[in-house]
C-alpha cells in the first residue's frame, strides 16, 4: 500500500511538473499582458516539487497541497502524515514553503 501511494505522489509530480518548461517559454517570452492562467501553472509546479520535497526530509506521506498569500508573497502550504515518534501513531504537521 505504502508503495502504491509513493508512486501515486511520484506520478501526480510528474504531471504537474512536465508542463513547466514550456510554460517557463511562455511567460519569458510573453508581453506584459501575460495571461494568469501561465503564472498559476508554473506555481502548480514549483508546489508540487516543494511537496516532494518537504515528505522526503520528513520522512512522511503528503496529504495535500495548496498556495496561498502571506505577507504579500505567494506560498505552498503542504500537509504531510508524519511517522510516530517511539512507534507511535503518525501525527499530521504543516510546512509552509515560500516561493
Known amino acids: 500500500m505504502n508503495r502504491c501511494i509513493k508512486f501515486l505522489f511520484f506520478a501526480a ?3 504537474f511538473a512536465a508542463p513547466l518548461p514550456a510554460a517557463a ?3 519569458s517570452t510573453a508581453s ?5 492562467q501561465d503564472a498559476i501553472l508554473i506555481a502548480q509546479g514549483s508546489c508540487s516539487a516543494a511537496a516532494s520535497q518537504a515528505a522526503a526530509q ?3 506521506q503528503v ?3 495548496t ?3 502571506q505577507g504579500g508573497r505567494t ?3 503542504v500537509t504531510l502524515l508524519v ?3 517511539d512507534g507511535g501513531r503518525p501525527r499530521r504537521t504543516t510546512v509552509t514553503v515560500p516561493q
Open 75 to 77: 506560498v505552498c502550504v
Open 67 to 69: 498556495m496561498a498569500q
Open 13 to 15: 509530480g510528474l504531471y
Open 58 to 60: 520528513s520522512g512522511g
Open 83 to 85: 511517522p510516530g515518534r
Open 63 to 65: 496529504l495535500s497541497v
Open 25 to 27: 517559454a511562455l511567460v
Open 32 to 36: 506584459e499582458n501575460t495571461a494568469p
